[in-house]
């Protein structure tokens, strides 16, 4: 399993941005995929999942309303669009992969994650 994250950066607040994650070494489209991030000093934390199909989505509170979890199971990619960023959405972002394939959504047991992509918001 291998999964690559890109398009993190530095970003103003009310910015956005939009990050990627490759992934591959595994039937992509059979596995709920998700992102969470950790700030400094903090633990790593949930944000965002989406289905195997990609029909259904689950949000943490904190970015519901301003982040979307998409996916393209063709090209094996998982998305993460940002907007409305705020100076608390600084992170490393992590792309995870479900521990079992054809799961319902779920806010845990992600098996797998890549190195992460770092997300700074600052005026």
């Known amino acids: 399993v291998q999964l690559v994250e890109s398009g993190g950066g530095l970003a103003q607040p009310g910015g956005s941005l939009r990050l990627s994650c490759a992934a591959s070494?595994?039937?992509?489209?059979?596995?709920?995929m998700g992102w969470y991030r950790q700030a400094p000093g903090k633990e790593r934390e949930f944000v965002a999942a989406v289905s195997w199909s990609g029909g259904g989505t689950v949000y943490a509170d904190s970015v519901k309303g301003r982040f979307t979890i998409s996916r393209d199971n063709a090209k094996k990619t998982l998305y993460l669009q940002m907007n409305s960023l705020q100076l608390e959405d600084t992170a490393l972002y992590y792309c995870?992969?479900?521990?079992?394939?054809?799961?319902?959504?779920?806010?845990?047991?992600?098996?797998?994650w890549g190195q992460g992509t770092q997300v700074t918001v600052s005026s």
């Open positions: 070494g595994f039937i992509f489209s059979n596995y709920v």
């Open positions: 995870a992969k479900h521990q079992a394939p054809w799961t319902a959504l779920s806010l845990k047991n992600y098996a797998d």
